[in-house]
T-cell receptor
Framework: GAVVSQHPSWVICKSGTSVKIECRSL??????MFWYRQFPKQSLMLMAT?????????EQGVEKDKFLINHASLTLSTLTVTSAHPEDSSFYIC??????????FGPGTRLTVL | SQQGEEDPQALSIQEGENATMNCSYK?????LQWYRQNSGRGLVHLIL?????REKHSGRLRVTLDTSKKSSSLLITASRAADTASYFC????????????FGQGTELSVKP
Protein backbone atom coordinates (compact mmCIF):
# COMPACT_ATOMS: atom_id res chain seq x y z
CA GLY A 1 0.00 0.00 0.00
CA ALA A 2 0.84 3.73 0.09
CA VAL A 3 1.62 4.20 -3.59
CA VAL A 4 1.97 7.67 -5.07
CA SER A 5 2.02 8.31 -8.79
CA GLN A 6 2.99 11.33 -10.83
CA HIS A 7 2.02 12.25 -14.33
CA PRO A 8 3.69 12.93 -16.63
CA SER A 9 7.02 11.31 -15.81
CA TRP A 10 8.74 13.75 -18.13
CA VAL A 11 7.70 16.76 -20.17
CA ILE A 12 9.39 19.10 -22.62
CA CYS A 13 7.79 22.43 -23.29
CA LYS A 14 8.54 25.76 -24.92
CA SER A 15 9.43 28.81 -22.92
CA GLY A 16 6.34 30.80 -21.94
CA THR A 17 3.95 27.89 -21.82
CA SER A 18 2.35 26.40 -18.71
CA VAL A 19 2.79 22.83 -17.56
CA LYS A 20 0.60 20.87 -15.18
CA ILE A 21 1.95 17.98 -13.10
CA GLU A 22 -0.40 15.62 -11.28
CA CYS A 23 0.29 13.78 -8.05
CA ARG A 24 -2.06 11.00 -6.99
CA SER A 25 -2.22 8.79 -3.94
CA LEU A 26 -3.47 5.53 -5.42
CA UNK A 27 -4.52 3.49 -2.42
CA UNK A 28 -4.95 5.91 0.43
CA UNK A 29 -6.38 9.31 1.21
CA UNK A 30 -3.71 11.95 1.64
CA UNK A 31 -4.52 14.70 4.08
CA UNK A 32 -1.37 16.55 3.09
CA MET A 33 0.73 16.64 -0.05
CA PHE A 34 4.14 18.18 -0.48
CA TRP A 35 5.92 19.42 -3.59
CA TYR A 36 9.70 19.39 -3.93
CA ARG A 37 12.10 20.55 -6.60
CA GLN A 38 15.49 19.03 -7.25
CA PHE A 39 18.14 20.52 -9.51
CA PRO A 40 20.88 18.28 -10.92
CA LYS A 41 23.38 17.07 -8.34
CA GLN A 42 21.46 18.83 -5.58
CA SER A 43 19.12 17.84 -2.80
CA LEU A 44 15.36 18.15 -2.63
CA MET A 45 14.02 21.58 -1.75
CA LEU A 46 10.52 21.82 -0.34
CA MET A 47 8.41 24.19 -2.41
CA ALA A 48 5.02 24.01 -0.75
CA THR A 49 2.68 22.08 1.49
CA UNK A 50 -0.92 21.58 0.49
CA UNK A 51 -3.88 20.35 2.46
CA UNK A 52 -7.06 19.20 0.77
CA UNK A 53 -9.53 22.01 0.33
CA UNK A 54 -7.29 24.81 1.49
CA UNK A 55 -4.65 27.07 0.01
CA UNK A 56 -1.12 25.80 -0.22
CA UNK A 57 1.58 27.08 2.09
CA UNK A 58 4.66 28.09 0.13
CA GLU A 59 8.22 28.08 1.37
CA GLN A 60 10.17 31.29 1.44
CA GLY A 61 11.39 32.28 -1.99
CA VAL A 62 8.85 30.21 -3.94
CA GLU A 63 6.54 32.32 -6.08
CA LYS A 64 2.96 31.29 -5.48
CA ASP A 65 1.75 32.92 -8.69
CA LYS A 66 4.27 31.00 -10.72
CA PHE A 67 3.81 27.61 -9.09
CA LEU A 68 0.08 27.09 -8.71
CA ILE A 69 -0.94 24.24 -6.45
CA ASN A 70 -4.44 22.81 -6.32
CA HIS A 71 -5.25 20.06 -3.83
CA ALA A 72 -8.74 19.35 -5.09
CA SER A 73 -9.33 16.02 -3.39
CA LEU A 74 -7.81 13.67 -0.88
CA THR A 75 -6.10 11.75 -3.68
CA LEU A 76 -5.03 14.43 -6.14
CA SER A 77 -2.81 17.48 -6.05
CA THR A 78 -1.62 19.38 -9.10
CA LEU A 79 1.31 21.69 -9.61
CA THR A 80 1.13 24.10 -12.54
CA VAL A 81 4.30 25.84 -13.61
CA THR A 82 3.04 28.99 -15.31
CA SER A 83 4.96 30.80 -18.04
CA ALA A 84 7.79 28.33 -17.75
CA HIS A 85 11.35 29.43 -18.45
CA PRO A 86 14.52 27.39 -18.93
CA GLU A 87 15.55 28.05 -15.32
CA ASP A 88 12.41 26.18 -14.22
CA SER A 89 13.82 23.01 -15.75
CA SER A 90 14.13 20.62 -12.86
CA PHE A 91 12.97 17.36 -11.31
CA TYR A 92 9.69 17.88 -9.47
CA ILE A 93 8.76 15.35 -6.81
CA CYS A 94 5.57 15.13 -4.80
CA UNK A 95 4.85 13.24 -1.63
CA UNK A 96 1.66 12.38 0.19
CA UNK A 97 1.01 11.93 3.85
CA UNK A 98 -1.84 10.40 5.81
CA UNK A 99 -1.96 11.41 9.45
CA UNK A 100 1.58 11.38 10.80
CA UNK A 101 2.97 8.06 9.60
CA UNK A 102 5.41 9.57 7.17
CA UNK A 103 5.49 10.74 3.59
CA UNK A 104 5.23 8.53 0.52
CA PHE A 105 7.05 9.86 -2.50
CA GLY A 106 6.07 9.86 -6.13
CA PRO A 107 8.55 8.85 -8.85
CA GLY A 108 9.12 12.44 -9.96
CA THR A 109 8.53 14.47 -13.11
CA ARG A 110 11.41 15.78 -15.18
CA LEU A 111 10.58 19.15 -16.72
CA THR A 112 12.69 20.55 -19.52
CA VAL A 113 11.87 24.04 -20.77
CA LEU A 114 13.37 24.93 -24.14
CA SER B 1 19.68 27.44 5.10
CA GLN B 2 16.70 25.14 4.93
CA GLN B 3 18.89 22.11 4.66
CA GLY B 4 20.91 20.08 7.07
CA GLU B 5 24.40 19.00 6.28
CA GLU B 6 25.74 15.67 5.23
CA ASP B 7 29.25 14.47 4.94
CA PRO B 8 31.00 13.34 3.04
CA GLN B 9 29.51 14.86 -0.09
CA ALA B 10 30.98 12.00 -2.08
CA LEU B 11 32.32 8.62 -1.06
CA SER B 12 34.01 6.02 -3.22
CA ILE B 13 34.69 2.53 -1.86
CA GLN B 14 35.32 -1.00 -3.03
CA GLU B 15 32.69 -3.71 -2.93
CA GLY B 16 32.64 -5.45 0.43
CA GLU B 17 33.74 -2.39 2.37
CA ASN B 18 31.52 -0.51 4.77
CA ALA B 19 30.19 2.96 3.97
CA THR B 20 29.40 5.52 6.64
CA MET B 21 27.50 8.73 5.98
CA ASN B 22 26.81 11.45 8.53
CA CYS B 23 24.01 13.96 8.84
CA SER B 24 23.69 17.00 11.07
CA TYR B 25 20.58 19.07 11.60
CA LYS B 26 19.55 22.20 13.42
CA UNK B 27 16.19 21.84 15.14
CA UNK B 28 14.34 19.51 17.50
CA UNK B 29 12.87 16.61 15.60
CA UNK B 30 10.11 14.04 15.73
CA UNK B 31 12.10 11.65 13.61
CA LEU B 32 14.90 11.41 11.08
CA GLN B 33 14.69 9.42 7.89
CA TRP B 34 17.19 8.16 5.36
CA TYR B 35 16.43 7.88 1.67
CA ARG B 36 18.25 6.55 -1.34
CA GLN B 37 18.01 7.92 -4.86
CA ASN B 38 19.43 6.40 -7.99
CA SER B 39 20.43 8.87 -10.66
CA GLY B 40 17.39 10.53 -12.21
CA ARG B 41 14.95 8.41 -10.25
CA GLY B 42 12.59 8.85 -7.32
CA LEU B 43 13.31 8.39 -3.65
CA VAL B 44 13.38 5.08 -1.87
CA HIS B 45 12.67 5.18 1.86
CA LEU B 46 15.32 3.23 3.77
CA ILE B 47 14.74 3.69 7.46
CA LEU B 48 13.08 5.98 10.01
CA UNK B 49 14.46 6.56 13.49
CA UNK B 50 12.39 8.35 16.10
CA UNK B 51 13.77 11.01 18.42
CA UNK B 52 13.61 8.64 21.41
CA UNK B 53 15.58 5.93 19.62
CA ARG B 54 19.35 5.74 19.48
CA GLU B 55 19.99 2.97 17.00
CA LYS B 56 18.09 1.03 14.43
CA HIS B 57 18.94 -1.81 12.06
CA SER B 58 17.46 -2.96 8.80
CA GLY B 59 19.34 -5.66 6.90
CA ARG B 60 22.76 -4.26 6.05
CA LEU B 61 21.78 -0.80 7.25
CA ARG B 62 22.50 0.60 10.68
CA VAL B 63 21.34 4.07 11.69
CA THR B 64 22.30 5.93 14.83
CA LEU B 65 20.82 9.10 16.23
CA ASP B 66 22.35 11.45 18.78
CA THR B 67 19.84 14.15 19.59
CA SER B 68 22.24 15.92 21.95
CA LYS B 69 24.61 16.47 19.04
CA LYS B 70 21.80 16.78 16.49
CA SER B 71 23.45 14.21 14.30
CA SER B 72 22.79 10.85 12.70
CA SER B 73 24.84 8.33 10.81
CA LEU B 74 23.98 5.69 8.23
CA LEU B 75 26.23 2.66 7.96
CA ILE B 76 25.97 0.29 5.02
CA THR B 77 27.88 -2.91 5.68
CA ALA B 78 29.37 -5.22 3.08
CA SER B 79 28.59 -2.79 0.29
CA ARG B 80 27.65 -3.92 -3.20
CA ALA B 81 27.95 -2.21 -6.56
CA ALA B 82 24.13 -1.96 -6.55
CA ASP B 83 24.37 0.32 -3.49
CA THR B 84 25.77 3.04 -5.74
CA ALA B 85 23.35 5.95 -5.36
CA SER B 86 22.82 9.23 -3.55
CA TYR B 87 21.76 9.01 0.06
CA PHE B 88 19.81 11.74 1.84
CA CYS B 89 18.80 12.28 5.41
CA UNK B 90 15.57 14.13 6.09
CA UNK B 91 14.29 15.52 9.36
CA UNK B 92 10.68 15.78 10.46
CA UNK B 93 11.04 18.80 12.71
CA UNK B 94 8.73 19.42 15.65
CA UNK B 95 5.80 21.78 15.10
CA UNK B 96 6.36 21.92 11.35
CA UNK B 97 3.29 20.04 10.21
CA UNK B 98 5.16 17.01 8.95
CA UNK B 99 7.46 18.86 6.56
CA UNK B 100 10.68 17.05 5.71
CA UNK B 101 13.90 19.00 5.42
CA PHE B 102 16.52 17.18 3.41
CA GLY B 103 20.25 17.16 3.87
CA GLN B 104 22.57 17.89 1.00
CA GLY B 105 23.17 14.23 0.33
CA THR B 106 26.11 11.89 -0.04
CA GLU B 107 26.94 10.43 -3.43
CA LEU B 108 28.14 6.88 -2.87
CA SER B 109 30.06 4.98 -5.51
CA VAL B 110 30.80 1.30 -4.89
CA LYS B 111 33.32 -0.13 -7.29
CA PRO B 112 33.15 -3.81 -8.15
Amino acid sequence: GAVVSQHPSWVICKSGTSVKIECRSLDFQATTMFWYRQFPKQSLMLMATSNEGSKATYEQGVEKDKFLINHASLTLSTLTVTSAHPEDSSFYICSASRDRDGQFFGPGTRLTVL
Amino acid sequence: SQQGEEDPQALSIQEGENATMNCSYKTSINNLQWYRQNSGRGLVHLILIRSNEREKHSGRLRVTLDTSKKSSSLLITASRAADTASYFCATDARNQGGKLIFGQGTELSVKP
